[in-house]
Antibody, heavy 122, light 110 residues
Framework: QVQLVESGGGVVQPGGSLRLSCAAS????????MHWVRQAPGKGLEWVAFIRYDGSNKYYADSVKGRFTISRDNSKNTLYLQMNSLRAEDTAVYYCAKDQAIVGATLLFDYWGQGTLVTVSS | EIVMTQSPATLSVSPGERATLSCRAS??????LAWYQQKPGQAPRLLIYGASTRATGIPARFSGSGSGTEFTLTISSLQSEDFAVYYC????????????FGQGTKLEIK
């Protein structure tokens, strides 16, 4: 069965950095685009970033562009989110999510990880 | 940018009764509309996509309808495990935009 397991969250000071990981299993990771979606405490869902199956294209929300970098290692079945210049408003649970389309992109999230909490606070 | 608006914000329904949740798009998203269920402390789960197709393993009491700008999620006979927050999401536009989700409807026990 599909499994997505995030790690790397924690408490970081404003201006600091953090790298999140998402270990995937149960499907052919190298054939699917992957997303990061976040949820601030008590708030709704916000799409953050997407990477195509082969890493050839990446897209970001304006709120994180230039600060966050999405990447993947298909040999390790792992997705990453490098977060730099963190701000208080980046505090959220970060979910990795699999795109439904094989070798494509739909922005339809058919499987989600359990999430990892990032807290930006001094 | 397409804005998704869900109503009501909170819906109180008794177990065994029917629940109807609404989602409106600020412009047409065709049938590229999904519904997700999120329970406290858990990740969202895909329920419905293509406006009316149930995802794998989703019970038949969940149904979706609509196209264009008006969509509905109906839960025919509420079970205790159905009380959660429900989000609609449009996936009609590319590249993605952050506010692809509605703000959510909390379904609570009456």
């Amino acid at each position: 069965q599909v499994q997505l397991v995030e790690s790397g969250g924690g408490v970081v000071q404003p201006g600091g950095s953090l790298r999140l990981s998402c270990a995937a299993s149960g499907f052919t990771f190298s054939s699917y685009g992957m997303h990061w979606v976040r949820q601030a405490p008590g708030k709704g869902l916000e799409w953050v970033a997407f990477i195509r199956y082969d890493g050839s294209n990446k897209y970001y929300a304006d709120s994180v562009k230039g600060r966050f970098t999405i990447s993947r290692d298909n040999s390790k079945n792992t997705l990453y989110l490098q977060m730099n210049s963190l701000r208080a408003e980046d505090t959220a649970v970060y979910y990795c999510a699999k795109d439904q389309a094989i070798v494509g992109a739909t922005l339809l999230f058919d499987y989600w990880g359990q999430g990892t909490l990032v807290t930006v606070s001094s | 940018e397409i804005v998704m608006t869900q109503s009501p914000a909170t819906l109180s329904v008794s177990p065994g009764e029917r629940a109807t949740l609404s989602c409106r798009a600020s412009q047409s998203v065709s049938s590229n509309l999904a519904w997700y269920q999120q329970k406290p402390g858990q990740a969202p789960r895909l329920l419905i996509y293509g406006a009316s197709t149930r995802a794998t393993g989703i019970p038949a009491r969940f149904s979706g309808s609509g196209s264009g700008t008006e969509f509905t999620l109906t839960i025919s006979s509420l079970q205790s495990e159905d009380f959660a927050v429900y989000y609609c999401q449009q996936y009609n536009n590319w590249p993605p935009r952050p506010y692809t989700f509605g703000q959510g409807t909390k379904l609570e026990i009456k």
